[in-house]
């Protein structure tokens, strides 16, 4: 049986947790995410960008908010304030899902699609930052990418639980047990922060300073600012995707029930590749070469895709007797190799990084720069379609966009203000691999 648990778990109980603890972040979101997506599907992409302009708004005002909680109370605290407000919304949503056939789809999916990005954003980026403040750089690029797969593992059982209890319970019920998945998260982070204050009082203090720190990082900071285009551009194709996909959805598909299982299909597709590449290539990449070539990857795997639409256009593809759409693959791909690659190389490198720019800076990043690039890509192909530009169009520009991200990944990962890197020895690195 412990041949089957990773090396890098064994014997490492703060890590072992942190692997839990993120299955049930994303469990807890994932279980939630098909149904505001199916009401992204009902409206079609000229909905998206005031959806995220909302969204944007929202990161706006709640950036000082975080700033201030990060500077001045104990990180115990501030997990603990931050996840239970998440988990009382989730509750407060029941009722209003009840009452989902008087409201209707515009109508709640002004909120709760806006809310679900919050949500999302904050968490997950609070997560990640939390990590890099538990592991040291060498450390981490170990064990993130472990770490990573039992965040894509709830990722695919989050779907999957949706989809055997939406038919049962119905969509009200399935937010409580998603409140109860982000408690038993919290409660796991706590137990990780409890342990590791023990040995290092100095982590548990507040970090301090400005609560507009993160923003004054971004000019201060070359690797937040290449961080930074990386995310716009990288993620920008994401939000292309999804916006090209909503389009198809709200063409081809009619019902929301019809809208949310495609929906999930392709959750659990993309989280399935995600899982895939955390366990192969992604730790492999990371252990051996570092960041920079898991940065770099993904950007041209996005790049390859685009040109494959670019291509076929609205084609589709068949699969033992299915069609699916290759707006569907680029969906999925891109995702994947998001979360699959990007993701466990991004946050390996805020390791080398200062804690106030760990959490502030990473914050900023992540969450008001990301919202404002979905903006920025949404109204763009909102726009350019009014314009009378094709499909093929609007992916060449995205496989521009592709290529100017995988040199700014290159230059991320090798930003002259990151701390040294912690290197290994080759052998210890494959030893390491072998026995996992």
């Known amino acids: 049986m412990s041949s089957l648990i990773p090396a890098a778990l064994r014997k490492d109980a703060a890590a072992t947790m942190a692997t839990l603890a993120f299955f049930f972040v994303l469990t807890s979101y994932y279980i939630v995410r098909p149904v505001r997506d199916q009401l992204g599907g009902a409206v079609g992409s000229s909905q998206l960008p005031l959806f995220y302009a909302v969204t944007f708004v929202v990161m706006l005002l709640l950036m000082p908010v975080f700033g201030t909680l990060v500077a001045r109370f104990q990180r115990r605290r501030l997990l603990g304030w931050s996840y239970s407000f998440f988990v009382a919304c989730l509750l407060a949503f029941i009722p209003v899902f ?16 806006v809310w679900v990005s ?26 993130f990418p472990v ?12 779907p999957m639980l949706t989809s055997a209890l939406v038919g049962l319970v119905g969509v009200a019920p399935l937010l409580f047990v998603s409140a109860v998945m982000l408690t038993i ?3 796991l ?15 548990e203090a507040p970090i301090g300073g400005s609560p507009w720190a993160g923003a004054k990082e971004f000019f201060s900071r070359p690797f937040l600012r290449y961080m930074t285009i990386l995310m716009l551009l990288g993620d920008g194709v994401g939000t292309l995707a999804y916006a090209l996909t909503a389009d198809y959805v709200k063409a081809h598909i009619v019902t929301a029930a019809a809208r949310t299982d495609f929906y999930t299909h392709i959750d659990w597709a993309a989280n399935t590749l995600v899982v895939f590449l955390q366990l192969t290539l992604s730790r492999q990449l990371l252990v051996r ?28 593809l068949r699969f033992f007797g299915y069609g699916v759409p290759l707006l569907a693959l680029l969906m999925v791909g891109t995702r994947g190799f998001m979360y699959g690659m990007t993701a466990p190389a991004s946050n390996s490198l805020y390791t080398r990084v200062p804690r106030e720019t760990r959490y502030k800076g990473k914050n900023f990043v992540e969450t008001l720069v990301w919202r404002f690039g979905d903006l920025v890509v949404t109204s763009g192909v909102s726009g350019l379609t009014k314009l009378g530009a094709g ?31 912690e290197h290994r020895t080759l052998p210890q690195a494959l030893d390491n691999q072998a026995r996992s």
């Open 98 to 113: 009840m009452a989902q056939d008087r409201l209707g789809a515009r109508a709640i999916g002004s909120v709760f699609y």
């Open 118 to 143: 919050v949500f999302n954003l904050f968490v997950v980026s609070l997560f990640w930052s939390f990590m890099a403040d538990v592991f040291r750089e060498r450390r981490a690029r170990e064990i």
């Open 147 to 158: 770490i990573a797969v039992g965040g894509s593992a709830g990722a695919i059982f989050g």
């Open 185 to 187: 998260a919290l409660f």
């Open 189 to 203: 982070l706590l137990r990780i922060s409890v342990q590791q204050c023990a040995q290092c009082e100095d982590a």
């Open 289 to 316: 070469r570092g960041a920079m070539w898991t940065l770099v990857l993904p950007q041209i795997v996005n790049a390859v895709l685009l040109a494959i639409v670019m291509i076929g256009g609205h084609a589709e």
């Open 391 to 421: 499909l093929s169009g609007i992916t060449l520009i995205g496989v521009v966009g592709s290529a100017i991200a995988a040199w700014t990944a290159r230059k991320a990962a090798t930003s002259p203000d990151l701390a040294p890197e």
